[in-house]
């Protein structure tokens, strides 16, 4: 058991540190190219919150398969479709069932629904980010506030 949570722990700071990578990009793009941009706010908003979804899509994916790789070589899971499949739901905390769930899988569904969470969170607050950083700029040129 002990053993478990300290994989777990890995595989959510390996997680984390994906989506910290995630957040030097979006921030790399919109203050050097944001900086550049003053005319058009509005095409910028639009481009900073597409690559922001790209961006945290991949993210999701690369967590995802972090998870998927846990599971599938901790020998939890035996078929590697199987396992990213288990691991999106656990992530994005859809789960399965308790009564699905296989007895020796069952701490890393909670571990990797935690990751999930925090990760989805942090995704939220940079698009919140992204959105106060522009916003403000666009309302102000438009109505001369």
Same mark, same amino acid.
């Given at each position: 058991?002990?053993?478990?949570? =300290?994989? $777990?722990?890995?595989?959510?700071?390996?997680?984390?540190?994906? @989506?910290?990578?995630?957040?030097?990009?979006?921030? +790399?793009?919109? @203050?050097?190219?944001?900086?550049? %941009?003053?005319?058009? *706010?509005?095409?910028?908003?639009?481009?900073?919150? %597409?690559?922001?979804? %790209?961006?945290?899509?991949?993210?999701?994916?690369?967590?995802?398969? %972090? +998870? /998927?790789?846990?599971?599938?070589?901790?020998?939890?899971?035996? #078929?590697?479709?199987?396992?990213?499949?288990?691991?999106?739901?656990?992530?994005?905390?859809?789960?399965? $069932?308790?009564? #699905?769930? /296989?007895?020796?899988?069952? !701490?890393?569904?909670?571990? /990797?629904?935690?990751? $999930?969470?925090?990760?989805?969170? +942090?995704?939220? /607050?940079?698009?919140?980010? =992204? =959105?106060? !950083? @522009?916003?403000?700029?666009?309302?102000?040129? *438009? +109505?001369?506030?």
């Amino acid at each position: 058991m002990l053993s478990d949570f =300290i994989i $777990g722990s890995v595989a959510g700071i390996a997680v984390m540190l994906v @989506h910290l990578l995630a957040t030097l990009v979006v921030y +790399w793009f919109v @203050h050097a190219i944001g900086n550049k %941009i003053d005319e058009n *706010r509005v095409a910028f908003l639009l481009a900073s919150l %597409i690559v922001l979804y %790209i961006v945290l899509f991949v993210c999701l994916c690369a967590s995802v398969t %972090i +998870w /998927a790789t846990t599971y599938y070589h901790m020998g939890l899971i035996d #078929n590697y479709g199987d396992a990213f499949y288990t691991a999106m739901l656990n992530y994005t905390t859809l789960g399965s $069932g308790d009564l #699905n769930q /296989a007895a020796k899988t069952r !701490l890393f569904g909670p571990m /990797a629904a935690a990751s $999930g969470t925090l990760m989805l969170g +942090w995704a939220a /607050a940079l698009l919140v980010y =992204i =959105i106060q !950083l @522009h916003l403000p700029v666009i309302l102000k040129k *438009r +109505w001369g506030k």
